[in-house]
């Protein structure tokens, strides 16, 4: 009975070693991935997407080219998750949709409360990924795969404006249709506004946010809704 005990013991220690033992190289695999990353994401936007390659963010982030190659695959393939990366803000698997910001907005009642949240949420959001955003599609003319990226990036950028525009609808109070409401948020929170007002001509990010929560104010709420919003300031 007592060797039954120990080696019960025994065998328990072993379990929770091995299951120490597998935390660490997940967290040290995570750090290692943060570390490409973050690399991938200064050397892109320091030196462009032709001109950075594989070898180069691994020596940046002090790994080997091959463990870089299987964790990501191609070039192309580590820009998109450092977009990824940057328009979420961190590496968590979460989608945005499901984030707490994302639940927030989809919560409020009021609708041109709504409109305040979504424009401070996509001007951070902007902050974070308007370099790679800028990067991806000044190469896209020139790489085939960042064309396709681009291009993915541009349909994912409209099917959220539909789903977020519907919403909008559904919520009651637009003076347009959810057509018009899904092509004004795609083109407003677009890279290239962003790029204009913020990286051209200088505009602060709290500048750049509140201008797109009065544009998208004046160009999807009825005019006693803008009215309110003036007397409200």
């Known amino acids: 009975m007592a060797d039954d005990v120990k080696g019960s013991g025994m065998d328990v ?4 070693r091995r299951s120490y033992d597998s935390s660490g190289r997940r967290e040290r695999a995570r750090t290692t991935r943060r570390q490409v990353l973050a690399a991938a994401s200064r050397l892109f936007q320091e030196r462009g ?7 180069d963010v691994a020596a940046s982030a002090g790994v080997s080219e091959i463990g870089v190659r299987k964790g990501f695959g191609t070039k192309a393939a580590l820009l998109k998750e450092v977009f990824d990366v940057a328009i979420a803000g961190d590496d968590e698997p979460v989608a945005v949709r499901d984030r707490p910001a994302a639940r927030d907005i989809r919560n409020e009642p009021d609708l041109r409360e ?4 979504y424009a401070a949420q996509a001007a951070a959001g902007g902050e974070r990924s ?3 955003q800028l990067v991806i599609r000044n190469g896209a003319s020139s790489d085939p795969a960042l064309r ?20 909008l609808a559904a919520t009651g109070g637009l003076r347009v249709d959810a057509d018009e409401a899904r ?33 998208l104010a004046a160009s999807l709420l009825p005019e006693n809704d803008q009215r309110r919003d003036r007397d409200d300031r």
Not at 13 to 16: A, F, I, P, V
Not at 149 to 165: I, K, N, S
Not at 202 to 210: E, F, I, K, Q, V
Request: hydrophobic fraction near 45%.
């Open 13 to 16: 220690n072993r379990s929770e």
């Open 49 to 55: 997407y032709a001109t950075t390659t594989i070898a």
């Open 114 to 117: 709504k409109l305040r949240l």
């Open 130 to 132: 308007a370099g790679i």
């Open 148 to 167: 396709e990226l681009w291009d993915t990036l541009l349909e994912q950028r409209l099917v959220g404006m539909t789903m977020f525009a519907a919403h």
């Open 183 to 215: 092509d004004v948020l795609w083109t407003c929170i677009s890279v290239e506004v962003y790029d204009l007002l913020v990286n051209q001509r200088g505009w602060s990010l709290p500048r750049y946010a509140d201008w797109l929560d009065r544009t």
